[in-house]
């Protein structure tokens, strides 16, 4: 989408961190920063009005709960709490920064012919992530709305070409380290089943010339593998460009074990190996 590659080198100064340390993989976000909507076609601005006017009160509670779940971010805490008011106009501030130019973004769309399009953003349950989503989609000029699919039809349905899926949301774990992994298995052209609910290749991408790139990158992970790292980059770099998908979240975790327990051993994709440890 030409509006999605036109964000790129928005983020070169802006102090996004603002927003990110707030934006914990795990445990409590404060809920002041997704405001419900005012209604069924409130708009990005209306969103950005509703966070400017959170109340102190809202804001210090809320915090004071997110720093009993994360102390090392005390710092930041204590400057929300101190200054709620100021803190809530500069983050947004930073994030009305952050977003796409609506103007270009308008021009491009109709550009592209697509405004006015239908575009239905499905979800196996109803978010405030799907309602920003549709929201914003409406702001761009589409005719947007949520189609929801519980359970695992969800996933046998954003798979399914003959679904008709425009936009959803999902995830990847790796099968195992190697930087062949996603593009195998979610951007290459043989990794794509039309008419198929057993799909890997949801997005339906298929781009011969990154398809060498990647065939290069994996020849030279036998000989060099500095120069096989460069090239994946530039793999994933160029499909990023071309946005079949949005990455959002990269997830993490911690865990907590009492004086008892012995062995810890931690797997990069599979994280804590329960079968591991001993107990005294």
């Not at 702001?139 to 947007?144: D, E, H, S």
Request: hydrophobic share 40%; net charge positive; glycine share 8%.
């Amino acid at each position: 989408m030409p509006w999605l590659r036109s964000l790129s080198g928005r983020l070169d100064g802006l102090p996004l961190e603002r927003a990110v340390v707030l934006l914990p993989a795990r445990g409590f976000t404060p809920d002041f920063l997704t405001p419900p909507p005012s209604g069924p076609l409130g708009s990005i601005e209306d969103d950005f009005a509703a966070l400017r006017a959170t109340r102190a009160a809202q804001i210090r509670d809320e915090m004071e709960l997110f720093a009993s779940q994360h102390p090392k971010a005390n710092e930041t805490v204590e400057r929300w709490v101190a200054h709620p008011r100021r803190e809530v106009r500069r983050l947004a501030d930073v994030l009305e920064a952050y977003r796409m130019d609506l103007g270009r973004a308008r021009r491009l769309i109709a550009a592209s012919g697509t405004k006015g399009m239908r575009v239905r953003v499905i979800n196996d349950v109803r978010t405030r992530d799907q309602a920003f989503i549709v929201r914003l989609l409406r702001t761009l000029g589409y005719r947007a709305s949520a189609w929801i699919v519980p359970g695992r039809d969800y996933g046998l349905t954003i798979s399914d070409s003959r679904a008709g899926v425009q936009i959803g949301n999902g995830g990847w774990n790796a099968d195992y380290p190697a930087a062949s992994n996603l593009f195998d298995s979610k951007f290459s052209c043989g990794a794509y089943r039309p008419a198929n609910p057993f799909n890997n290749n949801d997005s339906e991408f298929c781009d011969r010339r990154i398809e060498a790139g990647a065939e290069r990158a994996r020849r030279l992970g036998i000989t060099n593998p500095d120069a096989s790292t460069r090239a994946w980059t530039k793999v994933y770099r160029d499909i990023l460009d071309r946005a079949p998908w949005l990455p959002t979240v990269t997830p993490t975790w911690t865990d907590f074990v009492s004086r008892r327990v012995g062995n810890y051993q931690f797997h990069p994709l599979w994280g804590i190996l329960v079968d591991q440890l001993w107990v005294r």
